[in-house]
């Protein structure tokens, strides 16, 4: 009776595992790695330390689909791990590769030499010396923000008096010095990328910082705070906006930016696996409801096998009874049945 009741908690965990497997493709299928780590983390935990519960084929798919999936959310180091996991159960049992899908081996090696050549390398041990050598002083750092009309940068140095700091104010040109220590810093030293009005230009103590305020000449957002700066500006550039209030507008044109990471994006041609699973992502995400119900159960039905579009097909159609091993492979069932070969 006792072994009965293992023998039937070892085909739930198997079961689930193999559920989770399915969910997990699915995710990864539809570039959501996150979701397909998971689904592949919980298959494993379902077998928990009784992998013999898994056909050492799943095992294998479980660990190398991981890896994928860790490889693109950059955790090169865990998706190595998988990879090596995956390999080495081929190694223990070379008679697993007559049940593995054409290019399914290659696929993980890849998987390993890829996640191998980013994976950050193990820091060496160094005895640690202690010393009494008196901390450098270092120059003060800074950032800036702007309205319209003022262009504020912020000196981040606490309690700073005026006898540390110089700032010299030009039309086109700012050069702030500053005293610590015993040691003359350069913080900002360049030409401003409009003009300002000196007379109105100030600076303002605080505790925790130093503000510098520049007047603007002309009331119009800078790209940056530098550039050249120019005393006769064209037509153009004297024409002021004043009717957007961005009083701590960005310096950066992230427009311009998010545009530049678009096309990069469209330009960029996967190879490999990546170029099959972005096919199907693609087809995927711009696809109705009916499409996307026919892709998930045809590959989930199907093991993975069979990737239809054709909803009207694909709800008439029982996958698991029609089920064929790819040609140079071999399929069976659970219970030890084979099921129909490809005829070379």
């Not at 800074?142 to 039309?171: C, G, H, R, W």
């Not at 009083?247 to 950066?252: N, V």
């Amino acid at each position: 009776m006792e072994s009965s009741s293992i023998d039937e908690s070892l085909a739930t965990a198997h079961s689930m595992a193999l559920s989770l497997l399915d969910q997990g493709n699915t995710f990864l299928i539809c570039s959501d790695y996150e979701s397909a780590e998971n689904s592949y983390s919980q298959a494993l935990s379902s077998i928990e330390n009784n992998e013999n519960a898994l056909n050492l084929g799943i095992l294998f798919r479980i660990y190398s689909h991981r890896s994928e999936a860790r490889i693109n959310l950059k955790n090169y180091s865990g998706a190595m791990n998988d990879a090596k996991k995956a390999l080495e159960i081929v190694e223990e049992q070379d008679s697993i590769k007559t049940i593995l899908l054409k290019g399914e081996l290659q696929a993980c090696q890849s998987r390993f030499e890829k996640a191998n050549q980013f994976a950050a390398p193990v820091p060496k041990a160094t005895s640690t010396v202690t010393t009494n050598k008196k901390k450098l002083p270092t120059c003060p750092k800074y950032q800036y923000y702007q309205s319209d009309t003022v262009m504020t940068i912020s000196i981040l140095e606490k309690n700073a008096s005026p006898d540390q700091l110089t700032v010299d104010f030009q039309p086109d040109k700012l050069t702030v010095l500053f005293e610590k220590e015993g040691t003359s810093f350069t913080v900002i030293s360049g030409n401003l990328f409009a003009l300002v009005n000196v007379e109105k230009c100030k600076v303002v103590y605080k505790d925790e910082k130093v503000l510098i305020k520049l007047r603007k000449v002309e009331q119009n957002e800078w790209d940056d705070l530098f550039g050249k700066a120019k005393k006769e500006t064209s037509q153009s550039n004297n024409v002021s906006d004043t009717s957007k209030n961005r009083p701590y507008a960005s310096h950066k044109d992230w427009n311009a930016i998010e545009r530049d990471i678009t096309m990069e994006e469209e330009n960029e041609k996967p190879e490999g696996d990546a170029a099959v699973n972005k096919l199907f992502s693609d087809i995927y995400k711009n696809a109705n409801d009916d499409t996307r119900r026919a892709m998930i159960k045809s590959f989930q039905t199907s093991g993975g096998t069979c990737l239809s579009t054709n909803w009207d097909e694909v709800s008439k159609t029982d996958y698991e009874e029609k089920r064929v091993a790819p040609k140079g492979s071999e399929w069976k069932t659970w219970e030890g049945d084979k099921l129909p070969q490809e005829d070379n």
